[in-house]
């Protein structure tokens, strides 16, 4: 299931938002190992979570990083029930065991817990 136009379009603005050489990089990476490889690029990330209809997911996103709090947001609002968001407030990227370790893991043990009954 291809999530709706108006997610692509959003994702498409916060994608617009980045870097011009971030996502030049990216492009020539990827042609590359296409060109050497024969190997297509994987999908987006959006595509690639919304095709797995049958996986849920909790998102952890680093507080203190708008773009990822944006990101995380439009990918849970997308995914509707099958994702859980977590904004760990003033947490860098993947700092958030390191600021909230009880919190983490009792986040992580309710989320297997839930889905592994």
Partial sequence: MAPPAAAWMKCWRLQSEKPLVRNFTARVMYAAV????????PL?????????????YLLIAAGEDEMEVKFNELFASTLANRAQLWVALGAPHTGAFGLYPDVYEQRLVAFFNDRLK
């Avoid at 296409?34 to 690029?41: D, F, V, W």
């Avoid at 987006?44 to 849920?56: G, K, R």
């Fill in 34 to 41: 296409q060109l050497l490889s024969g190997q297509e690029p």
């Fill in 44 to 56: 987006p990330l959006l595509a690639s979570m919304s095709q797995a209809d049958s996986t849920e």
